[in-house]
Every structure is written in C-alpha cells, then in structure tokens.
C-alpha cells in the first residue's frame, strides 16, 4: 500500500489513532493481527496511521455495532475493496475508445 501522498501519508502514532476512533490500542493491534489493516511503519517499527486508515477503524467500529464478528468484517472491507477497484476498472474502460 501507497503511504506517501494525502490521505495515504502515515502520521498518527497508535495512542492519537485509537483515541481519534475512540478504541482502544490493543483493538488497533488485534485488527492488525487478523489483517483488516496494515498500518505504516518507522524505521524503528513503530506503527503510525494515516487518514485511510482512520476510515478503514471507522467502518469496522460500525460493523462491530452492527453484530459482524472480525472474520465477517474481513470479508466485507475484502468486497468492498474489490468493488471499489472494479468501479475503477470500468470507469477507466469507459474512458477509453
């Protein structure tokens, strides 16, 4: 994943990310675990989150309230991210002649 431009530009530490979503930091780490994100890192290893990320623990927080387990969740932010590059796709082909 990109994590150099806008919204991909990984700034928050863990503590700032969690509190901004309003979880704690071991979910932030548990969500990672179970790989529903794949927050940036520094040279030292330390996690840091961008904007994109901020949106990814927002949807989970609301699928979370809406009774999915973390599996379920997976699957989810998997098919949404497949639409959203098939809406690309067909934009892109649209474009062309």
């Keep these: ?11 928050y530490a863990i503590s700032v990310a969690a509190e901004l979503v309003g979880t704690g930091q071991q979910n932030l780490r548990l969500y990672e675990r179970k790989g ?11 996690r840091r989150y ?16 809406d009774g999915l387990n973390l599996a379920g969740i997976r699957l989810v932010l998997e098919l949404e991210a497949a ?3 098939l809406e690309r796709e067909l934009a892109a082909a649209r474009i062309r002649p």
């Design 50 to 65: 961008s904007e994109q990320d901020l949106e990814t623990l927002r949807r989970i927080g609301a699928l979370l309230e």
């Design 1 to 11: 994943m990109e994590r150099n431009t806008g919204r991909n530009v990984a700034v």
């Design 36 to 46: 529903l994100l794949e927050p940036g890192r520094t040279v030292g290893g330390t």
């Design 83 to 85: 639409n959203r590059r």
